[in-house]
């Protein structure tokens, strides 16, 4: 819809010069680019700062993923929903008006998915483990299944939500060439959980598959093309800006971050139950792997999805009814 000079010009005598000038740049085409809304509204800014000021005050230490073992399942479910307490009254509405956690998301209301769920798995300790520490790296017996390589790139210098754009090209730029000086390369070696390129072989077949993982783009874009090096088994890839940073102590998978899919028809798989916090009957907790050869997690997955998610309307309620998360988090929340 187009507005006429006479239109335009009443209704810019109506606004704050600020606004006038932004209402003029939004009017220029050729302007458009250069402009940020966020310039000239910073309630997004001052939203942000207010969730980092809530996550501040939080007074836990979470558990570590190789706290999620067999035979400490339960013990593991009930100490993090104890802290997930905590967690849950934070604003996570403030959070999700970080423009940074919807880079690469893909939009289905603009999309076909033909009806398939979405089915996100994270990456570390749920489909491999990688062994930074190098514990195996002499070891004869436990030979890693692949060495992934990758660099450093720009994308380790995301934007920062408190400082201007010039602020952020100048640390790029630095960063940049301090990379190009050093042109660092990482080798890592990977123990693959078994059964995984089966489980994503099947899985693609039902769902709409995408990878959600914590970690930094170029380390998992490594890994994730080592699983699938076709690219047609794994749709879209999530890394760790785009998920919630709460005070440098979890990374939040918040599900609401992909529009134009219900949430009853996302699922999200993850040894740590803090990733989804957000969306507790959203989630499938499977046992961390740490190159166990006789793992079979993924084939008891695989037929908990083709068995009782496939083709139910709302993934939460089946996922409420088998795991009980949200009513034990209730429960919990009761005695405090």
């Known amino acids: 819809m187009s507005l006429d000079t006479n239109t335009k010009n009443r209704q810019s005598h109506s606004l704050k010069p600020e606004r006038q000038e932004f209402r003029q740049k939004l009017f220029n085409p050729l302007e458009n680019e250069a402009v940020s809304p966020k310039k000239y509204y910073p309630k997004f800014k001052k939203n942000l700062k207010e969730f980092k000021k809530q996550a501040s005050k939080l007074n836990f230490y979470p558990l570590g993923s190789h706290e999620n073992y067999p035979g400490n399942y339960d013990n593991y479910v009930q100490m993090t ?7 849950n009254k934070l604003k996570f509405e403030y959070a999700l008006e970080d423009k940074n956690l919807y880079k690469g998301v893909p939009d289905y209301s603009n999309q076909q998915r033909n009806g398939r769920k979405i089915l996100l798995l994270d990456l570390d300790e749920t489909l491999i483990h990688a062994d930074f520490i190098r514990e195996f790296a002499n070891d004869k017996t436990n030979k890693y299944d692949a060495i992934v390589k990758f660099r450093e790139t720009e994308s380790d210098f995301e934007e920062n939500n ?3 754009k ?3 090209y100048e640390k790029r730029k630095m960063a940049l060439e301090k990379l190009e000086e050093v ?5 890592v070696g990977i123990f693959i959980r078994k059964g995984a390129k089966q489980f994503l072989a099947e899985v693609s077949k039902y769902f709409e598959v995408g990878i959600f993982t914590a970690s930094v783009k170029e380390y998992a874009d490594a890994v994730i093309d080592y699983l699938d090096p076709d690219k047609n088994m794994i749709k879209f890839r999530l890394y760790r800006n785009n998920c919630i940073n709460v005070n440098d102590k979890i990374y939040v998978k918040d599900l609401r971050i992909i529009k134009g899919v219900d949430l009853k028809d996302i699922i999200l798989i993850d040894n740590s139950m803090y990733s989804f916090t957000a969306q507790l009957t959203n989630g499938i907790l499977i046992n961390s792997f740490y190159n166990d050869k006789n793992d079979i997690e993924l084939y008891n997955v695989l037929g908990y999805l083709l068995n009782f998610l496939l083709k139910v309307d709302d993934v939460r309620m089946i996922n409420e009814q088998f795991f009980n998360f949200q009513k034990i988090s209730n429960d919990i929340g009761e005695n405090l």
């Open 81 to 87: 929903l104890s802290h997930i307490q905590q967690i």
């Open 162 to 164: 408190e400082e201007s």
């Open 166 to 168: 010039e602020e952020f």
């Open 183 to 187: 042109k660092k390369e990482y080798r």
